[in-house]
């Protein structure tokens, strides 16, 4: 994800999207089964709700505006996280529950000492994103860029914890190892995020507490041993592409939908194979991407069982691949100078797909 722009900046954008035409889609609210809570979280050097330039420059929308108010006010209960913007997904995933719970953040005992760290972080005490979070008041957590390794992390911590932690502090374990809570969670979304790594990162960095290092190909995929699929939960990915075949097999950008901060990035991703560090070979199915993550990878986990998405079988506790949006990496966060107006429409067909379930 881009750098924060400056403020100023961000308020003549804010004005301009005032003038960007208003989206009035269908919400199809007879058919709903459920309306759990929405909560959306940023990727790498993103922001949220807790950041006070959130409400002049929203994360989520851009230029289209705050797509969490649009989406409530039609009748949709969103919220948007804020985690930390280049920590590793276990982090992120710890500010996450801290945020969810209004408690501290507890990074664990034995994942704290192993990478030199504080054990513990913000206090959220009194300023929890949600009330209401449990078996019946369950949520729906929809993660964009390395916003997905983040939610699949904390949904499989939900679920089965961490023995490691446990075992390292059994007095004070924090209640987010110990499991039992996939029921605390109806849906996974992934958007746009790096599942099995991206070749835009064709070197491993020495920092192991970092999303840097979890988004490397080899990191990625022993990450993903790690990821319990919970078959109490519903399980989507969307994946984008903004690039092309050329003549020679290598991909090219598509300069009318892509922004021009990833053009470079996705030219070298679209003729980049080779082998990584750990020998896993990036071949010509990596090359199609939206300018940071190959479409191949955010498609699904490589150690999960996925399926392509089919209306009349949506299954839980498997990877349910959504088609492929045409777009580049920012497109389904709402575009930049790339403005996608249809994002709000997009959104509410479907969080109504999922509501219907």
Same mark, same amino acid.
């Given at each position: 994800?881009a750098k924060i722009i400056?403020?100023p900046l961000a308020i003549?954008?804010?004005l301009f999207?005032?003038i960007?035409?208003g989206e009035k889609?269908e ?5 709903w089964q459920?309306?759990?809570k ?9 922001w949220?709700?807790y950041d006070?330039y959130y409400?002049?420059f929203?994360?989520w ?6 797509l969490?108010k649009k989406?409530n006010?039609?009748?949709?209960d969103?919220?948007?996280?804020s985690v930390?913007g280049t920590?590793?997904?276990?982090d992120?995933a710890c ?19 192993r990478c030199?760290?504080d054990r513990?972080?913000?206090?959220f005490t ?9 078996s ?5 957590i ?7 390794a983040t939610?699949?992390?904390?949904a ?9 932690e446990?075992n390292a ?5 924090s209640p987010?190892?110990t499991?039992?809570?996939a029921?605390?969670?109806?849906s ?7 599942h099995n790594g991206t070749?835009a990162y064709?070197?491993m960095?020495t ?16 990450l993903?041993?790690t ?8 399980y989507f ?5 903004a690039t092309?075949?050329?003549?020679d097999?290598?991909?090219?950008v ?5 922004e021009?901060m ?9 003729? %980049?194979?080779?082998l990584?560090?750990g020998g ?9 991407n939206d300018g940071?993550?190959n479409t191949v ?7 999960a ?12 506790g ?6 492929v949006y045409r777009g ?11 403005v ?8 509410v067909? %479907?969080?109504d797909?999922?509501n219907?379930?």
């Amino acid at each position: 994800m881009a750098k924060i722009i400056s403020i100023p900046l961000a308020i003549i954008m804010l004005l301009f999207s005032w003038i960007i035409p208003g989206e009035k889609p269908e919400v199809n609210k007879d058919e709903w089964q459920t309306n759990y809570k929405y909560v959306w979280v940023h990727g790498l050097m993103g922001w949220g709700s807790y950041d006070f330039y959130y409400d002049i420059f929203p994360y989520w929308g851009v230029l289209n505006g705050d797509l969490m108010k649009k989406l409530n006010k039609v009748g949709y209960d969103c919220y948007a996280a804020s985690v930390a913007g280049t920590a590793s997904a276990w982090d992120r995933a710890c500010e996450l529950y801290a945020q969810l719970t209004g408690t501290v953040v507890d990074y664990g005992a034995a994942h704290s000492a192993r990478c030199g760290h504080d054990r513990y972080g913000k206090d959220f005490t009194g300023k929890a994103l949600i009330d209401e979070w449990d078996s019946t008041n369950k949520i729906n957590i929809l993660g964009h860029s390395f916003g997905g390794a983040t939610v699949r992390l904390f949904a499989s911590l939900m679920a089965v914890g961490s023995e490691e932690e446990m075992n390292a502090s059994p007095n004070d374990v924090s209640p987010f190892f110990t499991g039992g809570k996939a029921d605390w969670i109806y849906s996974v979304t992934s958007l746009a995020a790096p599942h099995n790594g991206t070749s835009a990162y064709d070197s491993m960095t020495t920092d192991i507490d970092s999303a840097a290092y979890d988004m490397y190909i080899d990191n990625a995929l022993e990450l993903n041993k790690t990821i319990v699929t919970s078959e109490d939960t519903y399980y989507f990915s969307i994946a984008c592409s903004a690039t092309d075949k050329q003549a020679d097999g290598t991909y090219a950008v598509d300069g009318a939908i892509m922004e021009k901060m990833f053009q470079s990035s996705a030219n070298e991703i679209g003729r %980049y194979t080779g082998l990584t560090e750990g020998g896993f070979e990036i071949d010509e199915t990596w090359l199609e991407n939206d300018g940071l993550v190959n479409t191949v990878s955010a498609l699904a986990p490589s150690s999960a069982p996925s399926k392509e998405y089919d209306a009349s079988s949506v299954e839980k506790g498997v990877w349910n691949i959504m088609p492929v949006y045409r777009g580049d990496h920012m497109s389904l966060q709402g575009g930049f100078s790339k403005v996608n107006s249809d994002i709000f429409s997009y959104y509410v067909n %479907y969080l109504d797909m999922i509501n219907g379930l």
